[in-house]
């Protein structure tokens, strides 16, 4: 069992960052993949970025460009730098981490609340 717990949420205005992070207790070597989902009020979860363990990245196209995620297998940690923050990308952000294509283990979840 593997717990995840994301942290750095908050409010911030439009155009600005927030540094999103998701401790792991244990190691994330193990795992593929790592992740952060979002979900908006009223709409499904969405991927927003995932890094595999050899440092592979993916975007959703809603972020390339603005979003950054990093991992540090030492720390356990993954992170998600965000800039030219919009309204649109509030939301609740999630950490997974995946074996196999599945993501099997997830964090509660940070909120981001960008304001125009």
């Known amino acids: 069992q593997v717990l995840l717990v994301e942290s750095g949420g908050g409010l911030v205005q439009a155009g600005g960052s927030l540094r999103l992070s998701c401790a792991a207790s244990?190691?994330?070597?193990?795992?593929?993949?790592m992740a952060w989902y979002r979900q908006a009020p009223g709409k499904q979860r969405e991927l927003v970025a995932s890094?595999?363990?050899?440092?592979?990245?993916n975007y959703a196209d809603s972020v390339k460009g603005r979003f950054t995620i990093s991992r540090d297998n030492a720390k356990n940690a993954v992170y998600l730098q965000m800039n030219s923050l919009k309204p649109e990308d509030t939301a609740v952000y999630y950490c997974?981490?995946?074996?196999?294509?599945?993501?099997?283990?997830w964090g509660q979840g940070t909120q981001v609340t960008v304001s125009s």
């Open positions: 997974a981490a995946g074996l196999g294509g599945i993501d099997n283990y």
């Open positions: 244990g190691t994330i070597l193990r795992f593929n993949r």
């Open positions: 890094i595999t363990s050899r440092i592979t990245t």
